[in-house]
């Protein structure tokens, strides 16, 4: 079955950097793009980024974009999410979610939290 | 982009009875191929989102089939025939027309 993990979260100043992880299982991941979304406490969804899945586009969130980057590690089946110059409104659980058909979020993982807080 | 508003934001139901959401999104959610890529999915308390529904009204692989969406263009509706105890929680309309890909801002249904 598709299994979706995320690990990298944690407490972090602002300013500072922290990258995210997700591994993938149970699917040919090289064959799918990949989202991140992430979640304020109490708040709703926010679409962050999407990768494609032979790493070819790759689209952001105006909120993120020149700040966050996605990449992926086919040989690891691993998606990535590089978090640079952190703002206490990054901080949110952020799920990865695998896109299936016409690249809508089929399956999540549960997500890990990013605290940006001095 | 494409800003997606949803209506009611609580909708309290009475258990067996139905429920329905409406979303509206800020400009036609067609795409060029065609297609019309509006998705549905459900966050229960303490999880992550599901996929319930996308290009409109298919539904996802195991979604009981007392969820039905429907409509087009700019205005679209998420049915739930009978509501059930595990139906608790938001339900968030989202696009994948355009990039980027924005959501609704969630209705929570709950029980009476």
């Known amino acids: 079955q598709v299994q979706l993990v995320e690990s990298g979260g944690g407490v972090v100043q602002p300013g500072r950097s922290l990258r995210l992880s997700c591994a993938a299982s149970g699917f040919t991941f090289s064959n799918y793009a990949m989202h991140w979304v992430r979640q304020a406490p109490g708040k709703g969804l926010e679409w962050v980024t999407i990768?494609?899945?032979?790493?070819?586009?790759?689209y952001y969130a105006d909120s993120v974009k020149g700040r966050f980057t996605i990449s992926r590690d086919d040989s690891k089946n691993t998606l990535y999410i590089q978090m640079n110059s952190l703002r206490a409104e990054d901080t949110a659980v952020y799920y990865c979610a695998r896109a299936g058909v016409v690249l809508i979020p089929d399956y999540w993982g549960q997500g890990t939290l990013v605290t940006v807080s001095s | 982009d494409i800003v997606m508003t949803q209506t009611p934001l609580s909708s309290p139901v009475t258990l067996g009875q139905p429920a329905s959401i409406s979303c509206r999104s800020s400009q036609s959610l067609v795409h060029s191929d065609g297609n019309t890529f509006l998705s549905w999915l459900q966050q229960r308390p303490g999880q992550p989102p599901r996929l319930l529904i996308y290009e409109i009204s298919n539904r996802f692989s195991g979604v009981p089939d007392r969820f039905s969406g429907s409509g087009a263009g700019t205005e679209f509706t998420l049915k739930i025939s009978r509501v059930e105890a595990e139906d608790v929680g938001i339900y968030y309309c989202m696009q994948t027309t355009q990039f980027p890909f924005t959501f609704g801002p969630g209705t929570k249904v709950e029980i009476k």
């Open positions: 990768i494609w899945h032979d790493g070819s586009n790759k």
